[in-house]
């Protein structure tokens, strides 16, 4: 296994004494904090259309971010060059954000290994033959042109990225990480010549290209995928209005990540713009509902050994039956509220300020049988996959778009209807949640969150719940 | 090493020598500066200048590409023959070529004025000074507004360099300068928040700070009290923000890469009637001094004014070499580049052609119906035209904007969305690469209570 250390002082002209000379730097003109952040990466990316395996791609990324803070004052530069005179000369520039007069005492950092070691990859991806890869690809344009005739296209991708990381700061840290990710997608279109629809599916996680043959095989999002959009073929007007809304468990859990998981990111908590700020230890969902965000779940897309900031990443209660508990934070709110790390400080590249961020975000399973769950709506929805969500941290608002999804009548689940968003209020959509089922399921492995334009992977768990009343976008009045 | 024409025609020459029939290589350089106030005080500071290139082979039909950061001569050949590598595993395609040369032009000889360089010598000083001053007209508007999300400024210098086996070698520098302001306001127990700012390539067009920070203040103000209503089918007025954000869902639909894919309920439209009478839009990429303006695309053909739909009728996709061979048509110059894969499919200034009316006067046409002033989430399939999304505004009352709502939806399907326009504003304004003015639709369906 790649030890970060050594993989970034054997191929960059850096060593230990270096990166503290270069902290040094950074605090030249003051400051409480200083950090370096080395970054390498490679990003492939391969897909297939109209059967053809379009194009293999490549992205190399390399580089170094450097940050200081002084009191609620944060100073950031980088340099895509990984050789200490460019990294000095951002360190220099970030260190703008301070002027007193400088920190004279040397820093010393100290080498240490990860406390989690939740994906130990042997074999990794971007190593992996392209023929490999290509026959995956393959494998999920067969099964899903020969699900049904009327599916005419079919896009299948595979992304897989290998990023070696590693954090240096003036508090003497010094700790690494080899990060895996792989993705798979099939996208399908289906054309009954009266009617256009499509259907997506897709999974990964922070493992080998084994994956595909263990957890989740192409064969089985091709057809998830070609189902949907055979599916939706048939779809009805979705309904309008409020009515009761039933989640499928797993991906929908989109819901958690919208209605409660950004509000209770700490920087907004900091500065009073939340609609969660100042709740804690009050009501905020119903008694059956119990929230974690967990990155210490071995192989998950959200799931980190350390977050961008080198803290090892942990299990946080958000809302325990019902009552909110805590926030999630990275470094600098942590300093500033005098609250504990949560390991959730992350950034899409050393391009970026780390920010407080979710990791893997679910509701603990209850008692309820799901079919009952759906025996019990007279009128309503049962939602099964989502597209995107969105959140107005401030109001509250959040929406989240079904794409599969299927009226309940009578205690039955009966047409499939088409796409509509569903919209509530973060601190009090959950306390209209009348049932939760004994079904917790992870999603697939494909979430992409954003916040002020920065990506970061993130996963999402829900069992299957009931919501008493939401409001459903369809056309249907 | 410095980044020039000669560098990248060198790349592309050895990568010809490694066997590719076709090469192309791009250079993207940037100098970054954002500065971030709250509350009257800096929070953050950035500045970074970064570069990278990309090359992209093709043997026979078969495509790869490869970009880094990482410059040395040693890495530089290795990038070209493990290029070549990739592209002889993938599938011959047809339709992945290069342009031919003579539908290149040359595209240096007409200014479009891209570069200010007032923005180049801009102080940080001065650029924090821009950012309080939008924080603090905001904040003094109206003693509701009790917090921020803060102000900031930013500026971004670029330079993109191009160079093709078929014979294109070209560069040009850009420059732009955001200004944007968050503030929130409180009336019992609800809060609200609006951003608002501008966005420009020259400094002297961007719109006073003084003025963005009024607009949000006044957009937050507006929004305090904001309820649901009942659900009901109504005529919406998109304020020209977000008719805006329609004009981007459009544009997904209108893309020769969601056409060919068949993933387009515009599929098989062209010069067939899909809209009201009243609207005409269009894509210029040659517009002086504007966001979406660049001398060529991503391919190296020149930009040029497209029409996409004229009086309602759809005249051209927007289209890139590889989507424009998929479909039999001719490439409208459209190609976006990142550093690695294909070249993509983008606007350039996108924009809803202008109608007659004051936004006041369609507001005053609608009895009971909805303004639309902001959107939330991403419920739009292009496949089917089926659009439903969250929205916040103001309720329409005998020709009169009343109180505010919020935490409701409006749903219908684009192909009757086009159709119902009625109404056309005259307040276009570029405030980035897309723009329309008000609008007002017929009717759909507003779910709350």
Known sequence: ?477 | MKITQQLLADLVAAAIKCGATEAESIALESTEFSVEVRLGEVETLQESASRGLGLRVIYEGRQASISTSDLQAGSLEKLVTDAVDMARLTSADKAAVLPAPEEFADVTDEDLQLYDPAIAELQTERKIALAQACETAARSFDARIVNSEGASCSTTLGRMLLVTSAGFSGEYRATNCGLMVAPIARAGDQMQVAGWGDRQRWLEKLEAPEKIGQEAAHRVIRKLGARKVPTQEVPIVFESSAAGELLSNFFEAVSGEAVFRRASFLLGKLDEIIASPLLTIIDDGRMPGAVGSRPFDGEGLPTRRTEVVKNGVLRNYLLNNYTARKLGLSSTANATRGLTGTPGVGVTNFYVAPGQSLPEEIIATVKNGFYVTDLIGFGFNPVTGDYSRGAAGLWIENGRLTYPVEEVTIAGNFREMLHGIEIIGNDLRFRGSLAAPTLKISKMMVSGD
């Open chain 1, 1 to 477: 296994m790649t030890l970060p250390l050594s993989f970034f002082i054997e191929n960059f002209p850096i060593s230990v004494a270096e990166i503290e000379k270069l902290l040094s730097d950074a605090l030249s003109r003051g400051g409480d904090y200083a950090d370096l952040y080395f970054e390498y990466s490679v990003l492939s990316n391969l897909s297939l259309e109209q059967q053809l395996v379009k194009s293999a791609n490549r992205a190399i990324t390399q580089g170094v971010g450097v940050r200081v803070i002084s009191g609620e004052r944060t100073g950031y530069a980088y340099s895509d060059e990984i050789a200490p005179r460019s990294i000095r000369t951002a360190a220099l520039t970030a260190a703008h954000i301070a002027n007193s007069t400088g920190n004279q005492a040397p820093i010393n950092v100290t080498a240490q290994p990860p406390t989690h070691n939740l994906y130990a990859v042997e074999h990794s991806a971007s190593e992996q033959p392209l023929e490999r890869k290509i026959d995956l690809l393959k494998r999920a344009d067969r099964t899903a042109r020969s699900y049904d005739r009327r599916i005419r296209e079919v896009q299948a991708s595979l992304v897989d990225e290998y990023k070696v990381i590693l954090i240096a700061s003036s508090d003497g840290l010094l700790i690494g990480d080899v990060q895996p990710l792989i993705r798979m997608n099939v996208n399908c279109i289906a054309d009954d010549d009266r009617n256009l629809q499509s259907g997506r599916s897709g999974g990964g996680g922070r493992a080998g290209l084994e994956f595909f043959e263990t957890v989740q095989t192409p064969e089985s999002f091709a057809h998830a995928a070609a189902q949907q959009a055979i599916c939706l073929l048939a779809a009805v007007e979705a309904p309008a209005g409020a009515m009761e809304v039933v989640l499928a468990p797993g991906w929908p859990g989109i819901l958690l990540h919208e209605a409660v998981g950004h509000g209770l990111e700490s920087d907004f908590n900091r500065k009073g713009t939340s609609a969660f700020s100042g709740l804690i230890g009050q009501k905020v969902a119903s008694e059956l509902c119990t929230i974690i965000d967990d990155g210490t779940i071995g192989g998950r897309r959200g799931s980190l050994n350390i977050d961008d900031e080198g803290q090892p990443t942990s299990k946080t209660v958000l809302i325990e039956k019902g009552i909110l508990r805590g926030y999630l934070q990275d470094r600098l709110s942590s300093r500033l509220t005098g609250a504990a790390l949560t390991g959730n400080g992350r950034r899409e590249s050393y391009q970026c300020l780390p920010m407080p961020r979710m990791t893997n975000t679910f509701m603990l399973s209850g008692q309820d049988a799901p079919e009952d769950i759906i025996a019990s709506v007279k009128r309503g929805l049962y939602a099964v996959n989502f597209g995107g969500g969105q959140v107005d941290i401030t109001s509250g608002k959040f929406v989240f778009s079904a794409s599969e999804a299927y009226l309940i009548e009578n205690g039955k689940i009966t047409a499939p209807v088409k796409g509509a968003t569903l919209i509530g209020h973060g601190p009090s959509a959950l306390t209209k949640v009348t049932a939760v089922a004994h079904d917790l399921t992870l999603d697939h492995g494909v979430g992409l969150c954003g916040k002020n334009g920065q990506s970061v992977p993130v996963g999402v768990g829900l069992p299957t719940i009931k919501i008493s009343e939401m409001t459903v976008g369809g056309t249907k009045g």
